[in-house]
């Protein structure tokens, strides 16, 4: 049984899709650096491609991407248009550095679907072209289903896109509106028999609880529905509330919140339907279906955890493309110009667009292991290291979150609730801010 424990599920707690978190980031690393860690990549060393695409048709409340709606279709055809060129010539420009095998391509954002499915498939092919892209490469999308035409998804299947996230959030009604995001399950379902009718055979989704209004019958009912359809992997984040930081959730109504106890009686329920339909949990907020490569990850040993999350990309590091986009090497992580203008300005000038990040001493990167296997495995033998984390960890250990024999940190099923929250002893930055909460 687990508990809820209000001292700990009200704490802030970085999500670490990277150590150290973009909290770290500064100005003090750029393009120069960005460059020489390109240059750094090993011929046939694997590489994933990221590719954020900042605009949407309509902005959910909820949302802390880094995107915008364009309006109007005219607007919206220069705009893309626009960026998309910019695009290729950062694509251009990253090609003619890098020696690495692509191994995998996610699309993202935003919306990569208020691109048109051929303008996607030129990009495809176009990343086929300037890179060594592997013939068994996974080639991901984010899909809003909110955004697609019958013909949509049978393009993007012929373009050689294998996998499609999409944003399921919730399937009330009542929640729907209140977070400005109506769309019937017949949208999702037609979207998943497209993908499948066409050969997509990895579909992710997306689902949320701690919604306005949103309450556990309104959770359970989308998961039963969502099980009808029977995703491969689901991810199950919980709305991080940060008006004061991301302006459109001041849209959302604070006294419709579900409090911290129903936050942890959601997250709960979560788990317990999707255990139950015999899906795998994966580490602290996604399940799989046993025979998805992610179960298998999970169970093996090779789960990883990147800017997108749970992976299972074996990409030694990621390249970022696109404005915001965050690039990743073993001693270095860079993010491109926020700033649609100043990005597009850099790259269509030829250079890369790298801009602030942070660069990682042998302390980060040791430290950096430690949080990625306790996050992926539930485990981690950190030895004599790190005594002041292993002390800060002994509360939890005598609370039976955890088990802790020597150096050995294993989180018991009570403690993963609050996994990000232990991985935090072993964080040399942490100061508790700019993070959402635990749970
Ligand atoms: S469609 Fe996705 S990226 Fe766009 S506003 Fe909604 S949640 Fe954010």
Known sequence: MIHYRPDLAALPAPRYTSYPTAAQFSGGVGAAEQAAAIARIAPG????????????????????????????????????SAYVTALEAEIATVAARIKGCVTGIQFGGGSPNSLSASVLARIIANL??????????????????????????????????????????TLAPHVQARINRIQPFEMIADAVKSARDHGIEGINFDLMYGLPTQTETDLAETIAQALTLQPDRVAV?????????????????????????????????????????????I???????????????????????????????????????????????????????????GWRDTVLAGQLAGDRGVALTEDDRARAEVIERLLCDGEVDVGDDYPPALAALQPYADD???????????????GWPYARLIAAAFDAHFDGARHSRAV
């Open 45 to 80: 060393t694997p590489v994933s491609l990221y590719l954020h695409i900042p605009y949407c048709r309509q902005i959910c409340w909820y949302c802390g991407c880094n995107t915008g709606a364009v309006r109007g279709d005219a607007a919206r055809d220069v705009r893309l």
């Open 128 to 169: 086929r072209e300037n890179f060594d892209v592997a013939d068994d490469a996974e080639v991901g999308i984010e899909l809003d289903p909110r955004a697609l035409d019958a013909d949509y998804i049978p393009a993007l299947a012929a373009a050689g896109v294998n996998r499609i996230s999409l944003g399921v959030q």
């Open 237 to 281: 984040f919980g709305y991080a509330h940060m008006p004061a930081m991301i302006a459109r959730q001041k849209m959302i109504v604070d006294a419709e919140l579900p409090d911290a106890e129903l936050r942890f009686a959601q997250a709960a329920l979560a788990h317990r339907l999707f255990t139950a339909a015999s899906y795998t949990a």
């Open 283 to 341: 580490g602290f907020d996604h399940f799989a279906r046993p025979d998805d490569a992610m179960a298998i990850a999970a169970a093996n040993g090779s789960l990883r955890r990147n800017f997108q999350g749970y992976t299972t990309d074996p990409g030694e590091a990621t390249i970022g493309l696109g404005t915001t986009a965050i690039s990743q090497f073993d001693d270095l992580i860079v993010q491109n110009d926020k700033h649609v203008a």
């Open 400 to 414: 039976g979150l955890i088990s802790l024999d020597a150096g050995a940190v294993r989180l018991r099923p009570e």
